[in-house]
């Protein structure tokens, strides 16, 4: 018998969800820094998610040498703009 929907947890709710719609499903949440609460339904498909994901999240957050970051320095300094100490 199932569990009426009021009475799970929100990883419960996300497990449910997610089961019902993917064959393979990885979950990290935290509440604390630190910690966190890992769930899935498939160890080895587990693991290839986590190392999808890392990879996904490294090269958002991450500039890698792929990205072409342009850097304009300027050269000159209007002295009306410095300020002496």
Known sequence: MEEPEELLTPLEQAQAILGEHFENYLIVASKRP???????????????????????????LLPNVDNNLDIVWEEDIDEEDSTEF
């Open 34 to 60: 630190h910690e966190c609460d890992v769930e899935y339904n498939n160890s080895f498909a587990a693991l290839g998610l986590c190392d999808v994901a890392s990879k996904v999240l490294k090269d958002g």
